[in-house]
Nanobody, 115 residues
Framework: QVQLAESGGGLVQPGGSLRLSCVAS????????MGWYRQAQGKDREMVAM???????YYADSVKGRFTMSSDIAKNTVVLQMDSLRTEDTAVYYC?????????WGQGTQVTVSS
């Protein structure tokens, strides 16, 4: 059983920063992707940042230059540093992990950007 433990969400003012962490535990075979999605109220879930084992890290256009994700796949860990946050970044952020045969999701952590 694979579990994803997320931490670091919260309330921040526009222009502020937050850091989200995700650690995967359990029996994990050959991670090929690990990263973050988000879902704002009334909207579809969208990819924010994703590490692909064969091609590197990708970001949504809306967060490029503001968000940075570091990954330590040997430790099953990704950390998303979010700077210059905007109100439109408000959403539930979900950690995602993909292996050859399975896809796993965290429970989500709320990020609220508001003055």
């Amino acid at each position: 059983q694979v579990q994803l433990a997320e931490s670091g969400g919260g309330l921040v003012q526009p222009g502020g920063s937050l850091r989200l962490s995700c650690v995967a535990s359990g029996t994990i075979y050959s991670i090929y992707a690990m990263g973050w999605y988000r879902q704002a109220q009334g909207k579809d879930r969208e990819m924010v940042a994703m590490f692909m084992s064969n091609s590197g890290t990708y970001y949504a256009d809306s967060v490029k230059g503001r968000f940075t994700m570091s990954s330590d796949i040997a430790k099953n860990t990704v950390v998303l540093q979010m700077d210059s946050l905007r109100t439109e970044d408000t959403a539930v952020y979900y950690c995602n992990l993909g292996t050859i045969n399975e896809e796993y999701w965290g429970q989500g952590t709320q990020v609220t950007v508001s003055s």
